[in-house]
T-cell receptor
Framework: EDQVTQSPEALRLQEGESSSLNCSYTVSGLRGLFWYRQDPGKGPEFLFTLYSAGEEKEKERLKATLTKKESFLHITAPKPEDSATYLCAVQTYSGGSNYKLTFGKGTLLTVNP | DADVTQTPRNRITKTGKRIMLECSQTKGHDRMYWYRQDPGLGLRLIYYSFDVKDINKGEISDGYSVSRQAQAKFSLSLESAIPNQTALYFC?????????????FGPGTRLTVL
């Protein structure tokens, strides 16, 4: 069974204090790993797609990396507006049109001014 | 204008009532999905559709049905709502280009069943 585990469940940072969120996965037939940001009561907002081990992508203060077993979302010098829940999801493929997206439960990030 | 819209945004109903949630998209994607989100359980797939004539059950389809009226419209129905269907419901879309298929989400519908 495909599993996606995110840690920590919650993280509280001071403004400017860099840190990383983790997403570990055990799946077969990985096609891609996605990071989303979700604000309270809103839909997940797409951030990144990573396709293969060693790949990195950046957007403003966020940088996502991927290995064969996990992905990290690095947050450099965060600001209060970075506070949100960050969701990781992995897409697997089992033939034909059978793509499946499995989500982790998310990390709630709070950045205090 | 938003690419993926959902109506209503909030709904309070009573046990046993029939409810329909609607999703429309202007992204031109052929694939559409319905998810529910519960605290501590994350996002779970209810139904998905790869085109107008293709409907598939997700991991938690019991108690729900869907209709794909057009490429741009996908509706979710609760035939007889029950309290444990209280949740946030999200519609998502993706295209069928090669590689990983990024899903784009709507703003959500908060449903409360009393």
């Amino acid at each position: 069974e495909d599993q996606v585990t995110q840690s920590p469940e919650a993280l509280r940072l001071q403004e400017g204090e860099s840190s990383s969120l983790n997403c570990s996965y055990t799946v077969s037939g990985l096609r891609g790993l996605f990071w989303y940001r979700q604000d309270p009561g809103k839909g997940p907002e797409f951030l990144f797609t990573l396709y293969s081990a060693g790949e990195e992508k950046e957007k403003e203060r966020l940088k996502a990396t991927l290995t064969k077993k996990e992905s990290f979302l690095h947050i450099t010098a965060p600001k209060p507006e970075d506070s949100a829940t960050y969701l990781c999801a992995v897409q697997t493929y089992s033939g034909g049109s059978n793509y499946k997206l499995t989500f982790g439960k998310g990390t709630l990030l709070t950045v205090n001014p | 204008d938003a690419d993926v819209t959902q109506t209503p945004r909030n709904r309070i109903t009573k046990t046993g009532k029939r409810i329909m949630l609607e999703c429309s998209q202007t992204k031109g994607h052929d694939r559409m999905y319905w998810y529910r989100q519960d605290p501590g359980l994350g996002l779970r797939l209810i139904y998905y559709s790869f085109d107008v004539k293709d409907i598939n059950k997700g991991e938690i389809s019991d108690g729900y049905s869907v209709s794909r009226q057009a490429q741009a419209k996908f509706s979710l129905s609760l035939e007889s709502a029950i309290p444990n269907q209280t949740a946030l419901y999200f519609c998502a879309t993706s295209n069928n280009a090669g590689g990983a298929h990024t899903q784009y989400f709507g703003p959500g519908t908060r449903l409360t069943v009393l």
